[in-house]
């Protein structure tokens, strides 16, 4: 990179800094960030400082198990809670009942809505059918939350945290997937009975919390404080711009987040291999 410095960090970790620093959990000492994504994402904040173990391996919090003998984990476990609370366990789960639907000739809206095709199933598909009040659609969509409400409420009796931020593309059903996960925690919580509670709350920054967070790394004193600042704001800026449709610029806003994306993850995968081969 002709001798500019690089600076690498987990993109989970990094989404927890920011939405720490800047998004929902601003103001917090302590916050876990839980991204439902292909797979469940985690981010430790302890003290204000990204937790990642001794060995830099830490904070895999979709992959401790929440179903022993469950299903089948790519990380070769069984039962991982990434396997049922991930937006690919979600398509996992509303595929089997509506397999099940198909065999017992039960109809279901969410048939409809994928026009019989499996492979048009989603993570809204079986949202869809529960807000119209499908019952097939309601079971997928509890248990769903079930698994999700019973890994934060593990989270929170490990780290007991102040704020545990939930994003990724399922987080926007807001108080329909929040309220119930509350509520079960309300009843699973070690310290339900304390005036000081977690809150959970849906992550601010979306797509663009890994980006601000990987600005935000001089906070730990990994970038001199002064040019992160900058670097920071440079960021929001841009992406301000990008939302309102300001930015002079002939690319679209996909294109922009494309690109930015595609570039830190290049010269980041590089000094990767450069650091990897200078040990």
């Keep these: 990179l002709g001798g500019i410095p690089v600076y690498i960090e987990n993109d989970a970790n990094a989404a927890a800094k920011a939405e720490a620093m800047a998004g929902a959990a601003k103001g917090s000492r302590s916050s876990v960030m839980i991204t439902l994504g292909t797979g ?3 981010g430790i904040i302890l003290d204000g400082k990204v937790y990642a173990g001794f060995n830099f391996a830490g904070a895999e919090l979709g992959h401790t198990v929440i179903e022993k003998d469950g299903r089948q984990c790519s990380c070769g476990r069984r039962g991982c809670w990434e396997t049922y609370s991930s937006a690919t366990g979600l398509v996992v789960t509303t595929k089997e009942k509506i397999l ?3 065999a017992k000739k039960i109809p279901t809206l969410m048939e409809k809505l994928i026009c019989g ?3 048009r199933i989603s993570g809204k598909t079986a949202f869809t059918a529960a807000k119209h009040n499908d019952k097939a659609g309601r079971e997928v969509v509890n248990q769903y939350i079930d698994y999700l409400a019973c890994g934060i409420a593990n989270m929170i009796n490990i780290f007991q945290p102040e704020v545990v ?5 399922v987080s926007k059903q807001g108080e329909t ?12 919580d070690y310290a339900r009975s304390n005036a000081q509670r977690t809150r959970i709350v849906c992550a601010e920054l979306f797509n663009d919390a890994g980006i601000v967070g990987a600005a935000m790394l001089g ?3 990994i970038i001199p404080a ?9 960021l929001k800026n841009i992406l301000a ?3 309102a449709g300001t930015l002079e610029i002939d690319m679209t806003s996909e294109d922009i987040h494309t690109f930015v994306e595609g570039e830190l993850t290049r010269r980041i995968g590089d000094a990767g291999k450069r650091l990897h081969t200078a040990r």
């Design 40 to 42: 469940v994402g985690g």
């Design 226 to 234: 002064e040019d992160s600042e900058k670097i920071v704001e440079g």
């Design 219 to 221: 906070k730990q004193g």
């Design 100 to 102: 099940a639907c198909r």
């Design 177 to 188: 997937l929040l309220a119930p996960i509350r509520a079960y925690v309300d009843a699973e």
């Design 165 to 169: 931020c939930i994003g990724g593309g």
């Design 241 to 243: 711009e990008i939302d």
């Design 117 to 119: 095709d499996l492979t």
